[in-house]
T-cell receptor, first 110, second 117 residues
Framework: SQQGEEDPQALSIQEGENATMNCSYKTSINNLQWYRQNSGRGLVHLILIRSNEREKHSGRLRVTLDTSKKSSSLLITASRAADTASYFCATDTGANNLFFGTGTRLTVIP | EAGVAQSPRYKIIEKRQSVAFWCNPI?????LYWYQQILGQGPKLLIQFQNNGVVDDSQLPKDRFSAERLKGVDSTLKIQPAKLEDSAVYLC???????????????FGPGTRLTVT
């Protein structure tokens, strides 16, 4: 399967702490994307990192990509209660078809 | 900018019945996707359209699922007949046309939650 796997499956932290989620995948990719899903706003794109990039930032988000290990991580700094959601990595192998992982459920406790 | 619209938001049917979902993508987005998301899992691509042509339907259970995008804008996804395991959220997404292996982000609709009893 080309689907990625996130680790951990669930994460609970206090507001203000940092949250790190990891994603592993199996095939060569063109890019890797992270999405957030909550009941209020549905599935929303967060950040895209291309296979020739190693690190990317967007606001409080930092994404790294290690193609040799076929892994990526998403760091959310200074977490807020509003960050409570499920986070998915999705790999694009070159056909703009995304293969989503199983997700990490993040709970930020106020 | 209006987002991806989907209807209905919820649907409950009995097994062996038929159901159809509708999607209106963001204006100007030539690529449209249908995903199935089973509770506790990530979305799984069912079919991808480029304008009104099918790009990838390799994961669409064609014995019971069908989809069309006749005029290259709106799309419908149909299940006939439904099975219990079809209970899921059906998500529609759209994106700009891919160029030069450069991907664009996908914009998702709110989804249709289908319950098959």
């Amino acid at each position: 399967s080309q689907q990625g796997e996130e680790d951990p499956q669930a994460l609970s932290i206090q507001e203000g702490e940092n949250a790190t989620m990891n994603c592993s995948y199996k095939t060569s990719i063109n890019n890797l994307q992270w999405y957030r899903q909550n009941s209020g706003r549905g599935l929303v794109h967060l950040i895209l990192i291309r296979s020739n990039e190693r690190e990317k930032h967007s606001g409080r988000l930092r994404v790294t990509l290690d193609t040799s290990k076929k892994s990526s991580s998403l760091l959310i700094t200074a977490s807020r209660a509003a960050d409570t959601a499920s986070y998915f990595c999705a790999t694009d192998t070159g056909a703009n078809n995304l293969f989503f992982g199983t997700g990490t459920r993040l709970t930020v406790i106020p | 900018e209006a987002g991806v619209a989907q209807s209905p938001r919820y649907k409950i049917i009995e097994k062996r019945q038929s159901v159809a979902f509708w999607c209106n993508p963001i204006s100007g987005h030539a690529t449209l996707y249908w995903y199935q998301q089973i509770l506790g899992q990530g979305p799984k691509l069912l079919i991808q359209f480029q304008n009104n042509g099918v790009v990838d339907d390799s994961q669409l259970p064609k014995d019971r699922f069908s989809a069309e995008r006749l005029k290259g804008v709106d799309s419908t996804l149909k299940i006939q007949p439904a099975k219990l395991e079809d209970s899921a959220v059906y998500l529609c997404a759209s994106s700009l046309t891919r160029m030069n292996r450069d991907s664009y982000e996908q914009y998702f609709g709110p989804g249709t939650r289908l319950t098959v009893t």
